[in-house]
């Protein structure tokens, strides 16, 4: 049968769902190993360039951990109150959302990379006006534009890094913007430590300038340009990403096999928009992902990244603060570098597994711990077995890194259809970006209230709570072409197993 009607189909075209054409693949596409693939140091470098503005997050992120200790302090040239502290760390986090809905609707209708080219100007204006800042509003000015930026920023890089690569490749670049924001975290601990926290914001500038120049010599995504009806753009920039290595047209072929299977055209109406929005293909993915990046936000990890310097204080820990923010700093480092190489080894499920149940578990021993210091510290004790919060810590940040951090990123690129990627991709980061904001705004009211121990008590919970929904709703998409993960929420393919799926198309 040339044709099938299939309601569940998420694409629209004038206004109504289109018949579905089942275009012949190619029977190259069914080729295995190595043969036809692309040059992969292409792919890594384009990546690579893409991501680097993904440091930006991290550098929002770890800004404040060592910034309000020294705002705080009597000497500063601008002394705020632990209200302001609060609204400094958060405030980037607010910035955020309105990015990332902005930057979805450009990357639809401008490009991935012209997009991730003006994502650079609010931030390199947000660092330079934080760096001379006069008073607090300048901060409060500046901490938005930042987080505008990185909200900018997040989904064009994950879903230009998605486009770019082939499947076997996707997987450990699709990390790279995890690598990004936990680089950026270390950078801002490192120099916060021996610098002022305007100079830092000066020196924090330097990252989106060279992301911009970088951005200038990359190509567009070849799946863009095919939807814009652009072939030879497409097949120009196919040949920048792949190489003589590759059967360029084999792949072109199998693109637009792909755009002619899903009638993959702009939407013109916002009618049109809403209506693909509304398709399961669209809000099933959205919804795992949403639930996700809650419960992983509710795990603690932007508490301790955001208040570093103040958990360890307030944990016991008997070592130097800064030193000890640093050194995680540099684990959160390697172990995303780790979560990248075990990204394209092992499945996204069993990451999400191993930070659900390190995080919650180590949190809950950092829990109990601070109970015993608040109880040591009202009776005039001296506190005994310091090592246990700087571990305690360190195995959080390592069990949270493999997984949490990297696998709903990586899925931003992979589990939308093609249509709306840009869009539900920015309303995704959007929605994570709340989730930082309620989880960092809200921790001052919860130590408050529930103490530190609490609090912290509290994020465990959330994190070993969350193994179920991930048991019963997380897919499993390592390996699975970006046509197939389409089917499965489509409805047109049961599951993601391999031998539930009929075609390999990219």
């Given amino acids: 049968m040339a044709e099938e009607k299939n309601e569940t189909a998420p694409f629209i075209k004038n206004g109504n769902n289109v018949v579905i054409t089942k275009t012949p693949v190619p029977q190259t596409a069914q080729k295995t190993g190595k043969a036809g693939r692309g040059k992969a140091f292409r792919q890594v470098l384009a990546s690579f360039i893409a991501n680097i503005g993904t440091m930006n997050t991290g550098m929002a992120f770890g800004f404040s951990a060592t910034a309000l200790p020294q705002l705080k302090s009597p000497d500063s040239s601008i002394h705020i109150s632990e209200d302001q502290a609060s609204w400094i760390a958060s405030l980037s986090a607010a910035?955020?959302?309105i990015g990332c809905i902005l930057s979805g609707y450009l990357m639809d209708s401008i490009?991935?990379?012209?997009?991730l080219i003006i994502t650079e100007v609010p931030l390199i204006l947000g660092w330079i006006l934080i760096s001379v800042a006069q008073n607090v509003p300048m901060i409060y000015i500046g901490r938005l534009l930042i987080g505008f930026g990185s909200g900018m920023v997040g989904a064009p890089a994950r879903v230009y890094t998605c486009e770019v690569a082939q499947p076997h490749l996707r997987g450990m670049l699709g990390a790279l913007a995890s690598v990004g924001v936990s680089t950026g975290v270390l950078i801002q601990y490192v120099i916060g430590s021996v610098t002022s926290w305007n100079i830092l914001a000066g020196a924090?500038?330097?990252?989106?300038?060279?992301?911009l120049?970088?951005?200038l010599l990359i190509p567009e995504t070849p799946n863009f340009l095919l939807t814009q009806d652009k072939r030879e753009r497409a097949e120009s920039s196919l040949v920048k990403l792949r190489g003589s290595t590759c059967n360029l047209e084999e792949e072109i072929q199998r693109m637009?096999?792909?755009k002619e299977k899903n009638h993959v055209e702009p939407l013109k109406t916002p009618k049109d928009i809403l209506k693909a929005l509304m398709a399961p293909s669209a809000l099933k993915p959205f919804a795992i992902l949403a639930i996700y990046f809650f419960i992983y936000q509710w795990c603690g990890v932007n508490t301790i990244t955001f208040y570093a310097v103040e958990v360890f204080e307030a944990s016991g820990a008997t070592l130097d603060k800064y030193w000890l923010t640093i050194s995680m700093g540099i684990i959160r480092v390697i172990f995303t570098v780790v979560g990248c190489i075990l990204c394209r080894k092992c499945g996204r499920r069993l990451l999400t597994?191993?930070?659900?149940i390190g995080c919650g578990s180590t949190m809950i021993v950092l829990s109990v711990y601070?109970?015993?210091?608040?109880?040591?510290?009202?009776n005039g004790l001296q506190p005994t077995n310091c090592w246990i919060p700087v571990a305690s810590i360190y195995?959080?940040?390592?069990?949270?890194t493999l997984g949490y951090l990297i696998v709903p990123w990586v899925m931003i690129g992979e589990v939308y259809p093609t249509q709306v990627r840009g869009i539900v991709g920015g309303l995704t980061t959007c929605a994570a970006h709340l989730s930082v904001f309620s989880v960092v705004k809200t921790f001052p009211f919860l130590k408050a209230s529930l103490n530190d121990y609490g609090a912290f008590a509290l994020y465990g919970t959330m994190s070993l709570a969350g193994i179920v929904f991930f048991y019963i709703f997380l897919p499993e998409t390592k390996g699975r072409t970006l046509q197939e993960i389409e089917d499965y929420f489509c409805g047109r393919t049961k599951s993601l197993k391999k031998n539930d799926t009929q075609t390999e198309l990219p």
């Fill in 370 to 378: 601070m109970y015993h210091v608040h109880y040591w510290k009202e």
């Fill in 395 to 400: 195995l959080f940040m390592i069990a949270c």
């Fill in 353 to 356: 597994f191993v930070s659900a």
């Fill in 111 to 115: 490009g991935r990379r012209r997009t």
């Fill in 256 to 258: 637009i096999a792909f």
């Fill in 95 to 97: 910035g955020t959302p």
């Fill in 213 to 215: 120049l970088g951005m």
């Fill in 204 to 211: 924090s500038a330097i990252i989106p300038i060279i992301s």
